[in-house]
T-cell receptor
Framework: AQKITQTQPGMFVQEKEAVTLDCTYDTSDPSYGLFWYKQPSSGEMIFLIYQGSYDQQNATEGRYSLNFQKARKSANLVISASQLGDSAMYFC??????????FGKGTRLSVIA | DSGVTQTPKHLITATGQRVTLRCSPRSGDLSVYWYQQSLDQGLQFLIQYYNGEERAKGNILERFSAQQFPDLHSELNLSSLELGDSALYFCASQTAQLGSTDTQYFGPGTRLTVL
């Protein structure tokens, strides 16, 4: 069965610093996709970045990058140059084959001025 | 803006009542997913429709039902509401039915409060 683990319930980071949010996953399917979503206090779920299991390079989207270590089954999100607006819940999610997204419990990031 | 719309944004109702949540997917997307987000259960998949047909079911209660119409909008019906049904309900859409590479884009959610 799929499983997503986010071990950091909460994180603090200084403005303009980089931060890494951890995510480990478990699946027996060789083909899968990993996703990160941001949920601000307003409640909407915002797609940030995607990594496919066969992708050779780590995904990047602006200040977001995904540190994909396939052997370790980890897909950590790196946010560079943190901004106050980055304060939110961050969810790691995975799907394989035809399955729906399975989400981790999330990490609450607080950016400090 | 993800392009997925959900109405209403907020809904307050009483136990035992029935409500309907509505979702319009992004233009061109054929798949619609419904999720429930509650404090104790986290984000849980409820049900998926693809081009009008039910494709997958998750942890959806028998009191809940959904459908997808020919214009591809979807409705989630919640009946005999209980206090524990209070949650944020999301609709998400994606282009295809299959494929782990397809990104799901979420609507803004409907916050349901059952009093």
């Amino acid at each position: 069965a799929q499983k997503i683990t986010q071990t950091q319930p909460g994180m603090f980071v200084q403005e303009k610093e980089a931060v890494t949010l951890d995510c480990t996953y478990d699946t027996s399917d060789p083909s899968y996709g990993l996703f990160w979503y941001k949920q601000p206090s307003s409640g909407e779920m915002i797609f940030l970045i995607y990594q496919g299991s066969y992708d050779q390079q780590n995904a990047t989207e602006g200040r977001y990058s995904l540190n994909f270590q396939k052997a370790r089954k980890s897909a950590n999100l790196v946010i560079s140059a943190s901004q106050l607006g980055d304060s939110a819940m961050y969810f790691c999610a995975m799907r394989d084959g035809n399955t729906p997204l399975v989400f981790g419990k999330g990490t609450r990031l607080s950016v400090i001025a | 803006d993800s392009g997925v719309t959900q109405t209403p944004k907020h809904l307050i109702t009483a136990t035992g009542q029935r409500v309907t949540l509505r979702c319009s997917p992004r233009s061109g997307d054929l798949s619609v997913y419904w999720y429930q987000q509650s404090l104790d259960q986290g984000l849980q998949f409820l049900i998926q429709y693809y081009n009008g047909e039910e494709r997958a079911k998750g942890n959806i209660l028998e009191r809940f039902s959904a459908q997808q119409f020919p214009d591809l909008h979807s409705e989630l019906n919640l009946s005999s509401l209980e206090l524990g049904d209070s949650a944020l309900y999301f609709c998400a859409s994606q282009t295809a039915q299959l494929g782990s590479t397809d990104t799901q884009y979420f609507g803004p959610g409907t916050r349901l409060t059952v009093l």
